[in-house]
């Protein structure tokens, strides 16, 4: 339930590409039910601070917690770490399932309506129909013509990416079941 594409890019969103490796290390900790910092340093070999830090981030996107408990010896607070499946579960479906809409969406967009581009530089521009026509089929960049849009592609693209995030996604939920 850790290595998986789909995780992988949900992580990234939280944590920078750098610290990737790390902060699954520390998760696989934490399911491993190893709740202190410290320990968790000691277990993955992970920079005490680094451990910290990924552990707060974790937190922000709420998935794992704390409880912040009082030493009565020496008067010092300790937290004890924990790992949030359920809302981990849930965000990561929630990431799966907003990313295959947008590339649906884009995937529809493109079978049902006709795109233009610069016939120079794509960069400059490219709109649908309605958009094109409003500068009546001249480039605002450049003002070259536009010219169709070959989507063939982009289509094929997308709709590569969308099989493979199914299947992983697929993967993913096998594994939750799993345990
Ligand atoms: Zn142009």
Known sequence: MINN?????????????????????IIEA??????????????????LNTVRKLL?????ASIATYKRNKDPETQWF????????????EKITDFYTNRLNERQEALDNL?????????????????DYTESSEYEFYCPVCDYELEPY???KEKTLLKRRI??????FKKFEDAINKQ
């Open 78 to 89: 300790t937290y004890t770490w924990k790992f949030d499946k359920e809302e981990y579960v």
């Open 111 to 127: 079978e049902n309506n006709l795109y233009f581009v610069c016939c120079m530089d794509q960069e400059h521009f490219k709109g």
């Open 5 to 25: 594409s789909i995780v992988n890019d949900f992580l990234e969103g939280i944590v920078d590409e750098d610290d990737l490796k790390n902060v699954k290390a």
């Open 163 to 168: 099989t493979l995030d199914k299947k992983n």
């Open 150 to 152: 070959d989507a063939k």
């Open 56 to 60: 707060y981030k974790l937190h922000d």
């Open 30 to 47: 934490l399911i491993e039910g190893i709740e202190t910092d410290e320990a968790i340093h000691e277990k993955t070999g992970i920079k």
